[in-house]
């Protein structure tokens, strides 16, 4: 028997009202870009009223993931978007290199416009260790990869811990690309930053 212990998780949804999200998305953005082949909008669009069915959409699906991580809401609350923000790219060259995103617990991204000629998100081994020794692979599996790319699927939205080191790799033509990037952390921040052995 194998167990695998600490895994890194991904959540994936198929968002059910893609359609006016998406619409309502890329009509902000095509007022607001400045079509210079990469663009990132101001970063607080959850308090924009056409960004709220996409607000509300989030919260909800974060009560899986706290279902999953066995979280106790009644002593830090709920989790809230701390940050919201629309990537537009029309040049395939554009690349983002590896990074994470600090003082959050949950970040995300939803694929408004994703096609497959333009980069993917691609997710990096968050363990120091891991890549230490590395069993050269016959076959690759989640026990070798030292990096794991997820093509896009429009539509889709998905969540990961803000700790999980991912880059956005090049596309191959210029097609338009468009997703809302987000970070989540809990409402109580004095009641998460006490000893968890304490009341
Ligand atoms: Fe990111």
Not at 47 to 58: K, N, Q
Request: aromatic share 10%; glycine share 6%; hydrophobic share 35%.
């Amino acid at each position: 028997m194998r167990t695998d212990l600490f895994p890194t998780p991904l959540w994936t949804w198929k968002v059910a009202a893609h359609g006016d999200i998406s619409n309502d998305v890329r009509s902000w953005t095509h007022e607001h870009t400045d079509d210079n082949g990469r663009w990132q909008s101001r970063t607080d669009l959850h308090t924009l009223g056409v960004f709220e069915p996409l607000r509300a959409l989030i919260l909800r699906k974060t009560r899986k993931v706290l279902k999953d991580f066995g979280a106790d809401t009644e002593r830090h609350g709920r989790l809230v978007i701390t940050g919201m923000w629309v990537n537009h790219t029309t040049d395939h060259r554009f690349s983002h290199e590896t990074h994470t995103h600090p003082n959050n617990f949950l970040s995300g991204i939803y694929y408004v416009a994703a096609p497959p000629t333009m980069g993917s998100t691609a997710f990096v081994d968050p363990r120091p260790g891991a890549s230490v020794c590395v069993p050269r692979p016959k076959d690759h599996n989640s026990l070798n990869a030292m990096k794991q790319v997820l093509q896009p699927v429009e539509g889709s939205l998905i969540m990961f811990p803000a700790y999980l080191p991912h880059m956005v790799t090049s596309g191959i033509t210029d097609d338009e690309r468009i997703t809302v990037s987000f970070n989540l952390t809990f409402q109580d921040g004095e009641m998460m930053a006490k000893t968890l052995w304490g009341e």
